[in-house]
């Protein structure tokens, strides 16, 4: 159940309509970013908000992995409006059939210190 429920949230962020992705958060919503220290509430906010970000075309959102358990959902997506390329993990709470709560990290690419390189292989793609 949970993870159906973020498999359908995600796909109705890809459809680009905002307001209708927000009908699957819960009436008392929040949404977090720890990295920024973003909060914000409710349905209509997350839907102004995510409707507001600039944009250079249609958003996609490639479903990487999603973790769901009872109440609570872990989902890893890649997002792209054609030219950025970033990617969101997302730690989902379920209440009543809804997302109630939303902790997302947006991490940005870095390259691999050189200290780690006798150890480890970059790679373009992960190998799972």
Request: charged share 20%.
């Amino acid at each position: 159940m949970s993870a159906q429920l973020i498999t359908e949230f995600w796909a109705a962020m890809g459809s680009n309509d905002f307001a209708h992705a927000s009908t699957f958060l819960h009436a008392e919503f929040t949404y977090y970013m720890p990295q920024t220290g973003e909060f914000l509430q409710g349905r209509e906010a997350f839907a102004a908000l995510t409707s507001g970000y600039p944009a250079d075309g249609l958003w996609q959102f490639i479903v990487v992995r999603i973790v769901a358990g009872d109440g609570e959902a872990v989902s890893d997506v890649e997002i792209t409006d054609g030219t950025r390329q970033d990617r969101a993990v997302t730690f989902h709470t379920i209440a009543a059939g809804l997302i109630r709560r939303q902790v997302e990290y947006w991490p940005d690419p870095s390259p691999a210190p050189a200290w780690r390189a006798p150890f480890v292989t970059v790679l373009d793609k992960p190998p799972f």
